[in-house]
Each structure stands twice: as structure tokens, then as C-alpha cells.
């Protein structure tokens, strides 16, 4: 969620036995991690534009860390939760509540898009989908996908996808995607 020298602020859903074991340990502990894997978002897009970051739950986390870093390319931020208890983890970030205000994040995104502006979303694949039937030929609309990494260097092939460019891993090759690679995903 953020970065800085020597330090890693993570945002950990807890499921899953490795998620678990991050989510129980105290803050501050030391953990040796690889990586980082795939292609930085900065190096996937066009940077002579500006971005709405579309997130929902966990996916949160790379979008405020890439606003963090580059704050000139970011118009604007749409962060999404199904419960208020996510108010308590980011208290500082405005979120859009379903169980408060019965909106989801595409909601608030249909609210604040305008022609000129790209966007880069990550988050639940029923959002994703919506945002790619929503937003297909609209330039610079990416997604961040997410997938079981194995090997995390792209030899087991466990995260392939099939884009209009033919199979892509996410570890190496994403995780970010323009919309209008992956048909697949309206």
C-alpha cells in the first residue's frame, strides 16, 4: 500500500493460510519477500495523461501507492468497500460504502469520468467486467489483474491469460492491461 526505503506498509485481506499468517503477525515484524513481480504501472501507460484510480477492497492498495508515487497523474481516487469497517483501516481516504449508501465503486466512477481522462482500476472481476463493458474504446482504460502467482518469474505458466495479443502472464507481463486486450473480460 506504501512504500519507503526499508519499510512496506501492506494491506492484507485475511484468507488463505500465508494471508493468514501476514494478517496475525504483529506490526513491525520482519518477513523476507521476493519480488517485485510484473511491469510497474508507470511503465504500462501513457504518462501525458491523467488517471481516476478505480479500486475495490483488497485492490485499494496498489492504487493509493501509485498515487502516492506519482500524485501529478492521479484526478482522481474511487476506492470501494461492501462494509463500513474498511472506514476504520483507511480513515484518511474518502471510500464509497455499499452497505451505507447502496453504491458500488463503478457507481461513483460513472459520477467523475470525462472524456480526456484514463483509468486504472483494480479490484473484484464483477467490477473489472462492468468497467470494461462501460468504458470499451475509450483510450487508456487498464486493469489490474490479479491471479494464484506460483513461480512469480513465468515459467509455470500459472497465471497465463489470453489477450488479443495472444497468452500474457500476469507475473511478468502485468499485472496491468488495457481493456481492449482482453475481450474476455465484458
Known amino acids: 500500500m506504501s512504500v519507503r526505503p526499508n519499510a512496506l506498509e501492506l494491506f492484507v485481506k485475511s ?4 494471508r ?4 496475525a503477525a504483529p506490526v513491525g515484524s520482519p518477513f523476507e519477500i521476493r519480488g517485485p513481480y510484473g511491469v510497474p504501472y508507470a511503465s504500462s501507460i501513457p504518462t501525458n495523461r491523467r488517471y481516476i484510480l478505480m479500486a ?4 485499494v492498495a496498489p492504487m493509493l501507492c501509485f498515487a502516492e508515487q506519482l500524485p501529478e497523474l492521479v484526478a482522481e481516487g474511487v476506492y470501494g468497500f461492501r462494509t463500513a469497517d474498511a472506514c476504520d483501516l483507511l480513515p484518511n481516504v474518502p471510500l464509497v460504502i455499499e452497505e451505507v449508501t447502496g ?7 460513472r459520477a467523475v469520468w470525462r472524456p480526456g481522462l484514463g483509468i486504472l482500476a483494480c479490484g473484484p472481476e ?3 467486467r462492468i ?3 462501460e468504458h470499451r474504446g475509450d483510450p487508456d482504460v487498464y486493469v489490474s489483474l490479479e491471479a494464484r502467482i506460483g513461480c512469480g518469474i513465468g515459467t ?9 495479443d495472444g497468452p500474457k502472464r500476469i507475473c511478468v507481463d502485468g499485472p496491468l492491461f488495457p481493456t481492449e486486450a482482453l475481450p474476455w473480460l465484458t
Do not use: N, P, Q
Request: with cysteine; charged share 25%; hydrophobic share 30%.
Open 156 to 164: 509455470c505458466l500459472g497465471c497465463r491469460i489470453e489477450t488479443s
Open 56 to 59: 475495490g477492497g483488497s485492490g
Open 15 to 18: 484468507e488463505g493460510r500465508v
Open 103 to 109: 453504491l458500488h465503486a463503478t457507481d461513483r466512477l
Open 131 to 133: 468497467l470494461a463493458r
Open 126 to 128: 464483477s467490477m473489472l
Open 20 to 23: 493468514e499468517k501476514l494478517s
